[in-house]
């Protein structure tokens, strides 16, 4: 526990260039669990990554926090990437890229209206190849690899991930994990509820008591969307529990809906 403390503060604290802080941040982890990828300009992106431990693999769990966060900040994210290894999956905790979102530079400002105009889609389009770019690199790791491709994505990361799903179908993984995924903007966060009812993965979408008003605005909807649209592989978890039941309570949430999937 201390050592997890140590990291996160580390983490907030540093103030360098990004490869300063992912070489900064290699010193305090296991070196079993490190993996550098490395794209054609040379640019490094680190991973971390633990190895099943069960006597079969059942595939690969890639697992991105929400955008603005590493890995071993996000409380659940860090724990999935603990204990899934414990039920038979490799997993690979990925940092998403550090291009800067705020509700400012998603809506018109300085408006009034509790429901203000919302900018152009075109402003994803960076976001998107930034984090396309990062989970290619990765498949290239993990596509040769046994088993099944599941991707657990938190916050914004699940919005950016969607809209990537939607740009490259090829890349899909065979099925989705959401966590408190929103987009702080009321279009787009209304657009994300759209987007999960008609995405054709099998979807586990779930909402912690940590979870924030944007979630709970559209947490009804998406439900109701989803019958709309048929999809009949969605599924909707609210977390009972906080704190470290709160992670017990995602594990068997997880480790049950997979199974019940076959995964």
């Given at each position: 526990?201390?050592?997890h403390f140590l990291?996160t ?5 540093v103030?360098a260039p990004?490869?300063n ?5 290699q010193?305090?982890l296991p070196e079993d669990?490190l993996?550098?990828?490395?794209d054609?300009?040379a ?6 990554k633990k190895?099943?431990?069960q ?5 690969q ?12 900040q996000?409380f ?15 997993t690979?905790a990925?940092t998403?890229?550090d291009?800067?979102i705020r509700?400012?530079?998603l809506q ?7 429901f203000p105009e919302?900018?152009?889609?075109s402003?994803?389009?960076?976001l998107?190849t930034?984090?396309?770019k990062r989970?290619a690199l990765l ?8 088993g099944?491709a ?7 990361t699940?919005d950016?991930t969607l809209?990537?799903l939607?740009k490259?179908?090829?890349?899909m993984?065979?099925?989705l994990v ?6 702080p903007q ?7 509820s ?8 099998p979807?586990?979408d ?13 947490w009804?909807?998406?439900k109701k969307?989803?019958?709309k649209?048929q999809?009949?592989s ?5 977390l009972l ?8 309570e995602?594990r068997?949430?997880?480790?049950g ?6 995964y």
């Amino acid at each position: 526990m201390k050592r997890h403390f140590l990291i996160t503060f580390l983490l907030f604290f540093v103030t360098a260039p990004v490869l300063n802080a992912q070489d900064d941040l290699q010193r305090y982890l296991p070196e079993d669990q490190l993996h550098w990828l490395t794209d054609g300009d040379a640019a490094r992106f680190l991973v971390l990554k633990k190895e099943y431990l069960q006597a079969f693999e059942s595939g690969q769990m890639t697992l991105i926090p929400d955008w603005h966060y590493h890995p071993l900040q996000s409380f659940y994210v860090s724990y999935l990437y603990e204990v899934a290894p414990d039920f038979g999956w490799t997993t690979w905790a990925l940092t998403p890229p550090d291009n800067t979102i705020r509700t400012d530079n998603l809506q018109t400002p300085a408006t009034r209206t509790h429901f203000p105009e919302h900018a152009d889609d075109s402003l994803f389009e960076p976001l998107v190849t930034a984090l396309e770019k990062r989970i290619a690199l990765l498949q290239e790791e993990t596509l040769s690899q046994p088993g099944f491709a599941v991707w657990v994505v938190e916050g914004i990361t699940a919005d950016i991930t969607l809209r990537l799903l939607e740009k490259t179908p090829s890349m899909m993984p065979d099925a989705l994990v959401i966590v408190n995924a929103y987009i702080p903007q009321y279009h787009f966060n209304k657009a994300l509820s759209e987007r999960i009812a008609k995405s054709p993965l099998p979807i586990l979408d779930i909402r912690t008591a940590e979870s924030n008003r944007w979630l709970e605005a559209q947490w009804s909807l998406r439900k109701k969307l989803a019958t709309k649209y048929q999809h009949v592989s969605y599924r909707q978890r609210q977390l009972l529990t906080s704190g470290n039941a709160g992670q017990a309570e995602l594990r068997s949430t997880v480790k049950g809906w997979l199974e019940f999937h076959g995964y």
